[in-house]
């Protein structure tokens, strides 16, 4: 054996063995390799390539930059510029900048640019742009003239930052940040809308995933237990609106729920209601949590069945006869056994729930929005840079929890099926 | 060896019958009472009923009919875990989530024992089937030998007076099912409690039981110690199940008490045991074990009827030579001799005449 170890060994025709075992496997490895490249070059071409075009998105925005190439060029050779009494040339730098911006047309542009820093900047752009080429220096006192709002020490500080088209702007205003003329703060209390409503998102989320996993472990449990034909019969209760369009299930929702629904007039015909007294159930929180609870509830119930029909029964027997009560049993030798199960479960679901859209869209009413849907009022707006900033800290927060689950639970004790 | 007295019944199955479709019955009439300390074993091919009355004593399944009695106490309505009936599984079922120890500590805890005793009662348990080092491993970490100890000691470590062990050596190669049967046979002496152990291996019944109930088709068709089991089957269907065993068919030609002369049905005559035959005429099946079979005529008893008999094959194994005889028409009576320094050496084709003494050729029923 140790002789065998020390001796460089060949194959029949001679060559060194390792050098035999690498082409042999280096063949397989790359057959393996292009079996998977279709779907790596998929996934980079209409997942990797988004996010990353949508994360760099989130830092870039040349609408200003771009446009008003004599400014920038001054911030550029000024930065230390007090922002509550510009120079007269930065002012004539601006109003060529304004005459530029009215012979290529791109004031709307600029003026989009600022006005996320500071609301109502588009119309004081194309005013401004629309004088420029009559004005006479000096251009200060000739454009405050035009309007005073010119001199807005933070509206001098948002050309400033938007001068160069990469920025953190998006994520201080996706925090709640609001540009003053002394620079960044805190937003008054009523403007902190974002904050709130990833707090609120994460909440109903967490609510939804309790929800299904209250709902869905008798229902794996019965599964698991059930002799097959009455599983399978089970099982196809559950799949069957798995199957169904989201669009559909979330409209029988509405149905069911709204005030001149089903379950209203039941509960008015019933006279457990009166009239005049309808339950609230549709276009708020409750209508979004109830709908979302049903859309989700398959992934919870699958990846806890896969992990609860592999526990043998042999278990809950061994512990009764040790003296355990059926609860205590249940508790401390059942429920432990099926936590990657619970676990898979709620992060899937809870993963879901975070990123919804289509059913707070349209069974959410006002009270009732997550974050999704307000990245998707400013995708329509085409606030893309903001969106972007706030899908990406969605993101975040996402691979955070995942992180956190990775340490707390670990990852490779997922079971999803 | 625990008498069987009405008096001093530990277990008692009365009348217990069980069915699980209600159409057919897997246990049928059963009546067994098991004594203290007695080591009862369940023997009887899958499917005859013996686990069922074993679940049916842990409380895992319902008699059907009937009842069960405890120490003398009725036991149909009490649920498993106020039993306090130590189990060993097939499979162990020990607790893959809790190390060694805390599947021990199991028992104790949800009896709401004290830290300090529940680990004193622990290390002695685990001490008891040397895997003292093991209390911090999980299971999944030990080898099936040593998943075998943990599983009997946790069944023990909350001193029950009755132990089942279902199957508990099945999943064990020959060498540690061996070794275990004695540990476990040892444990059961040492700690003077009850146990009622099923098993389908004939071997592992007969080594380790005080009593050995056979099973079949729902019905103890034997219930005696392991010698009596071997050397005096009552019916064919022990006499077939327990080790090997020569049948010759017949009849009965005469019948003077307990001794019989059986006609076979080449014509050849034989003194044979009467056991469970009647009567003149009645078709019987005579069973003799293969190593009480002599083909020498210095061992044969005075006036024995002897059959002519025609070598076919001889095995050897080692401890015994195994012959296969051509004897009375069929080609797979068995002889077994020892493999001593002066014992003859047969060949195939030879022409011998074998024998046996009266008692050891039993007249059965003909199944």
């Known amino acids: ?417 | 060896m625990a008498q069987n007295g009405p008096g001093d019944a530990y277990v008692e199955f009365q009348h217990v019958q069980k069915s699980y479709d209600g159409v057919s019955l897997v246990v049928k009439d059963l009546n067994l009472s098991i004594g203290k300390g007695e080591f009862l074993t369940m023997l009887g091919p899958s499917g005859s009923g013996k686990t069922t009355c074993l679940m049916m004593l842990a409380g895992f399944e319902t008699a059907t009919n009937g009842e069960i009695l405890l120490d003398k106490r009725p036991i149909n309505q009490v649920p498993p875990h106020k039993r306090g009936i130590g189990m060993v599984f097939q499979n162990y079922a020990l607790f893959p989530h809790m190390t060694v120890g805390e599947n021990l500590s199991f028992p104790l805890e949800v009896r709401g024992m004290g830290k300090d005793e529940r680990e004193t009662k622990v290390k002695r348990a685990l001490d008891m089937v040397q895997m003292g080092n093991f209390i911090n491993r999980r299971p999944a970490q030990l080898s099936g030998g040593q998943q075998q100890r943990i599983a009997l000691a946790r069944a023990l470590v909350f001193d029950p007076a009755l132990v089942l062990m279902d199957e508990p050596l099945g999943a064990l190669d020959k060498q540690l099912r061996e070794h275990m049967q004695f540990e476990i046979k040892h444990l059961h002496e040492n700690l003077g409690i009850t146990v009622v152990y099923v098993t389908h291996d004939q071997g592992e019944a007969l080594t380790m039981s005080d009593r050995v109930a056979v099973f079949n088709d729902g019905r103890i068709q034997q219930l005696a110690s392991p010698a009596d089991l071997y050397e005096r089957p009552e019916n064919s269907f022990v006499a077939q199940f327990i080790g090997e065993n020569n049948k010759l068919p017949g009849t009965i030609e005469e019948l003077n008490g307990d001794k019989a002369l059986v006609r076979l049905a080449t014509g050849e005559l034989i003194d044979a045991t009467a056991v469970n035959v009647k009567e003149k005429r009645q078709k019987t099946l005579v069973s003799i074990r293969p190593e009480r079979v002599e083909f020498k005529p210095s061992m044969m008893p005075e006036g024995a009827h002897t059959l002519d008999a025609e070598v076919i094959e001889v095995i050897y194994m080692g401890d015994i030579l195994r012959a296969v005889l051509r004897v009375a028409g069929s080609d797979d009576f068995v002889m077994k001799m020892r493999n001593t320094l002066g014992q003859t050496r047969l060949a195939p084709g030879e022409k011998i005449k074998v024998g046996w003494h009266p008692l050891d050729a039993r007249a059965l029923d003909p199944m």
């Open chain 1, 1 to 417: 054996m140790a002789e065998a170890a020390t001796t460089l060994l060949t194959t029949s025709d001679g060559r060194p063995l390792k050098a035999a075992l690498a082409t042999a496997q280096a063949r397989a490895k790359r057959r393996a390799f292009l079996l998977v490249l279709p779907l790596l070059l998929f996934v980079l071409l209409t997942f990797l390539i988004p996010i990353g075009y949508m994360l760099k998105r989130s830092f870039e925005h040349d609408g200003f930059s771009a446009s008003a190439p004599g400014l920038s060029a001054w911030f550029a050779q000024n930065p230390g510029f007090d922002p509550a009494n510009p120079p007269e040339e930065a002012y004539a730098a601006l109003v060529s900048d304004l005459a530029l911006m009215q012979k290529e047309k791109t004031t709307g542009m600029a003026g989009t640019r600022i006005n996320y820093t500071v609301p109502g900047t588009i119309s004081l752009f194309k005013a401004g742009a629309r004088a420029a080429k009559d004005l006479q220096p000096p251009y200060k006192d000739a454009l405050l003239a035009v309007d005073p709002e010119w001199g807005m020490p933070r509206l001098w500080r948002a050309m400033e930052a938007a001068s160069s088209p990469y920025t953190t702007e998006f994520y201080q205003v996706a925090t709640d940040r609001k540009l003053g003329d002394d620079g960044w703060g805190r937003g008054a209390d009523q403007d902190r809308i974002y904050l709130f409503l990833f707090f609120k998102t994460f909440l109903v989320s967490g609510a939804i995933t309790l929800i299904c996993l209250l709902l869905a472990f008798p229902v794996a449990h019965l599964l698991a237990v059930l002799p097959m034909s009455k599983s399978s019969l089970l099982m196809i209760l559950v799949l069957l609106p798995f199957w169904t369009s989201l669009l559909v299930r979330t409209t029988a929702w509405i149905a069911l729920l709204q005030e001149q629904g089903i379950v209203n007039d039941l509960l008015v015909w019933m006279g457990l209601l009166s009239n005049d007294n309808r339950l609230q159930a549709m276009y708020n929180m409750t209508g979004t949590i109830v709908a979302m609870t049903h859309v989700l509830l398959p992934f919870m119930i699958l990846p806890l069945y896969s992990v609860m029909r592999v526990i043998p029964p042999s278990y809950a027997r061994a512990a009764r006869s040790l003296g355990a009560t059926s609860w205590t049993t249940f508790r401390r030798i059942y429920v432990p056994q099926t936590l990657p199960g619970i676990a898979a479960g709620s992060l899937l679901v809870f993963i879901l729930a975070v990123g919804y859209y289509i059913t707070p869209a349209l069974v959410g009413g006002a009270d009732g929005q997550l974050i999704s849907n307000l990245i998707s009022f400013h995708m329509a707006k085409s606030n893309w840079s903001l969106a972007a900033a706030l899908a990406a800290m969605l993101l975040a927060a996402i691979l955070v929890l995942y992180w956190l689950y990775d340490r707390l639970i670990g990852i490779d004790r997922l079971k999803l099926g």
